[in-house]
């Protein structure tokens, strides 16, 4: 008997999954997550701050530190009282709706930290002060 050929065509080619775009998802997604990504702000100095009731957590996005040796740190880096205004503006560009908490330390300087409250109030920024909690 003779066999019969199939209908159905066979070939003997590998077949291939395309992976580009795929591989184009996953950086998309990558890149959105690194973008709307919030990160957590330190101000560069640990303090010791004086005793409290916290009402509520905070989350602030601008933290500034006022030390007993009347230094102001925010971003891990040290700001005459003149400089800050600068500082603090370029970081109200980066997000218009931040919130601010100064952590002032137990030997710093009041008038110093009423200061840095004041000039955040003037440009429209909530501001709370930090203490450890009680």
């Known amino acids: 008997m003779a066999r019969r050929q199939s209908r159905v065509e066979t070939s003997d ?10 591989l ?7 890149i959105f997550f690194i973008v709307t990504a919030v990160f957590v702000k330190e101000p ?3 303090v010791d701050r004086p005793d409290v009731i916290l009402l509520d957590d905070e989350r602030p996005t601008i933290l500034v530190a006022v030390t007993s040796s009347d230094e102001i740190w925010v971003n891990r880096d040290v700001y005459e009282m003149a400089q800050l205004r600068g500082v603090l503006e370029q970081l109200l560009e980066e997000n218009p709706r931040a919130e601010a908490m100064i952590q002032g330390d137990l030997g710093s ?3 110093t930290v009423l200061d840095v409250q004041e ?3 003037e440009m429209g920024v909530r501001v709370t002060i930090s203490g450890d909690e009680t």
């Open 109 to 111: 300087p009041v008038g």
């Open 119 to 121: 000039m955040l109030t």
């Open 24 to 30: 184009d998802v996953v950086f998309i997604l990558l």
């Open 44 to 46: 560069g100095v640990e």
């Open 13 to 22: 080619e590998e077949i291939e999954l395309n992976m580009t775009p795929m």
